[in-house]
């Protein structure tokens, strides 16, 4: 076909669905059919392919293959500050709950004080923090444990109170009620719960005397009142509530019975 203009030759463009002339340009054949793709569905087709880039805690296999082993060091490198303290934090945490044996809810409880309160922790080693924030964390999630249940999860037993004192200076205690200490310590030295009930009862009726005071001494001293006396009881006690002989002796001098 030639041009009826010129004379030039016509040559087809499939994609546009037109032919025009070479030398001059005139269209000589035309088409209402467009077989180009729409931009629009290009875009959105774009849009969905593309990776949601966003910085999350996935656990990298080795089946994952290279490519997302190399993006898992890149996002490791590009925690900074921050965000790498707390990242050596919450390692820190996972692995205390198993060491102290504690549940999940408790690890929750934690980090969301890291988050909170990690200034008031600058300069101590992430493994303190983090033994100080579990302790704190079980005391506010409502199952408490005495500090030195926590302290052999740490190699640094000073840092760790240094980090307890630093926090609670900045994080206000939650109010745990006085039956789960008895309850606790009354589970340890494997008494039944009548006599944790009768020993609840007694600090109840001398609840000003507990007004600032460590809350474990004054269980095992109720304790110590309503259970049965045998030998090394009072020791098993101090033991299951992390606390002194001489502490405890001192409180039944003051327990109203």
């Known amino acids: ?48 392919a ?25 996002q490791k490198k590009a925690l900074r ?20 044996g504690l549940p999940h809810h408790v690890v929750e409880e934690a980090e969301s004080l890291a988050r909170r309160h990690l200034d008031a922790a600058v300069g101590l080693p ?3 923090v983090a033994v100080a924030l579990m302790w704190m964390a079980a005391k506010a999630a409502g199952v408490p444990r005495p500090l030195d249940d926590f302290l052999p999860c740490s190699r640094d037993v000073q840092k760790v109170r ?17 039956e789960e200490y008895v309850k606790t310590v009354a589970a340890r030295v494997g008494l ?3 006599v944790a009930k009768s020993a609840v009862d007694i600090l109840e009726r001398n609840r000003r005397l507990l007004v600032g005071k460590n809350p474990w001494v004054w269980a095992a001293a109720a304790l110590w ?29 003051k327990l109203r019975v």
């Open 1 to 48: 076909m030639t041009c009826p203009d010129c004379g030039g030759p016509v040559v087809a463009d499939p994609q546009r669905g037109e032919a025009a002339c070479a030398r001059c340009g005139l269209v000589v054949v035309e088409s209402a059919v467009d077989a180009r793709p729409e931009w629009r569905f290009v875009q959105v087709e774009r849009e969905r």
């Open 225 to 253: 009142l309503v259970a049965p006396k045998r030998f090394g009881f009072l020791a098993a006690l101090a033991e299951a509530a992390g606390a002194s002989l001489e502490g405890i002796e001192n409180a039944v001098k």
């Open 162 to 178: 240094r980090a307890v004192w630093r926090l609670m200076m900045t994080i206000r205690p939650a109010k745990t009620p006085i």
């Open 50 to 74: 593309a990776p949601l880039a966003v910085k999350t805690d996935i656990a990298i296999r080795p089946e994952h293959g290279v490519e997302w082993r190399m993006l898992a060091g890149l």
């Open 126 to 128: 992430p493994e303190a």
């Open 81 to 100: 500050g921050r965000e790498k303290k707390l990242a050596r934090i919450a390692a820190e945490l996972k692995r205390i709950k198993a060491c102290v």
């Open 192 to 194: 039944p719960a009548s």
